[in-house]
């Protein structure tokens, strides 16, 4: 009997000793890495926003996403690191979004964007408005890291410029933005980079942002997801091919502003924040260019928190007023910023 107790000891201490070793190989060569204790299954880790302009997190990775791993808890696709545009991994989540245009589209077939109206006085600092986009609208846009106002509980507005082709104005506007200390954002086509990279240079210089308007200038909430990743792509090799050192255009203004959920899904997947207005007038036609006094007064009556305005490169008003125009803004207590601040 005593030689039998003294087996069952040995083999309880022996099993103790086993069981010890075996944890602490887990612990160093487990499914987490060495050193690391993996926290349990289908627990994430904290993340944090990826920069100021209010995107999405990029993931929730520790390390750096690679192409295979891009799916999101949702189902859809996470986008490339901040500040980076990139092909998506998967399509198949986004392709499965509906193709259909916002429920309070123009009703011209083509998506193409509207924006509310508000009215603002400058004797009261009042804003009335007159209509706004449909709450659904403004929800789907929101979702995907779109901006149509931005920061709008503060007293602060974004120009933005689009410039399709140079006819001699935009150096007229850096101009002005140079003599009034104001920031803002050109979206190009590539059309424009072929033809006035030099003037990209400077606006790269002069400490304002560069974002995409496409490589064509198309429609592309109506494109097939490989010509939407083209018309990116494509405008962003050309860039880099003149100016290599060019940050990535992330930011992403559509065409005629056609969009679409899927659409907006698609530049999101692509590193890109897509970007509307809230305030444009009829002033992308240099042959039929609005009244300089008029057109000072519509813009002066957009004013609103967060408001981003439109202003298009190649109109001669525009380069006309823009100075009166930063001053009205600033008279009014309002800032101006530059779009990812």
Known sequence: MKKHGIKILSAILALTMFSAVLVSCMREAGPGGAGRVTAPTGTQPATEPTGPDGTEPAGTETAPATETET?????????????????????????????????????????????????YDETTGEISTVFERDPETLATLEKYGGIYLKNSDQKVVYLTFDCGYENGFTPKILDVLKEKNAKGIFFVTGAYIDTASDIIQRM?????????????????????????IDEILSNEEKLKARIPNAPDMIYYRPPMG???????????????????????????????????Y????????GLRPGCVYLLHAVSATNAAILGDLIDFIRAQGYEIRRLDQ
Request: proline fraction near 8%; charged fraction near 15%.
């Open 294 to 301: 008029a057109a000072l007064v519509n813009a002066k009556s």
């Open 71 to 119: 799916e999101s808890e949702q189902g859809g696709i996470l986008p490339p690191p901040a500040g980076t545009v990139s092909r998506p991994a998967d399509l198949s989540a986004i392709n499965a979004i509906p193709r259909d245009f916002f429920p309070d589209a123009a009703g011209d077939g083509q998506g193409t964007w509207y924006m509310g109206k508000t009215v």
């Open 204 to 228: 790269l210089d002069e400490g304002h942002l560069v974002g995409t308007h496409t490589n064509n200038h198309k429609n592309m909430a109506l494109l097939s997801a490989e010509e939407f």
């Open 258 to 292: 056609a969009t679409s959920e899927w659409a907006l899904a698609m530049a999101q997947a692509m590193g890109l924040t897509t970007v509307m207005w809230s305030w444009t007038q009829y002033d992308y036609d240099p042959d039929n260019q609005p009244d300089p």
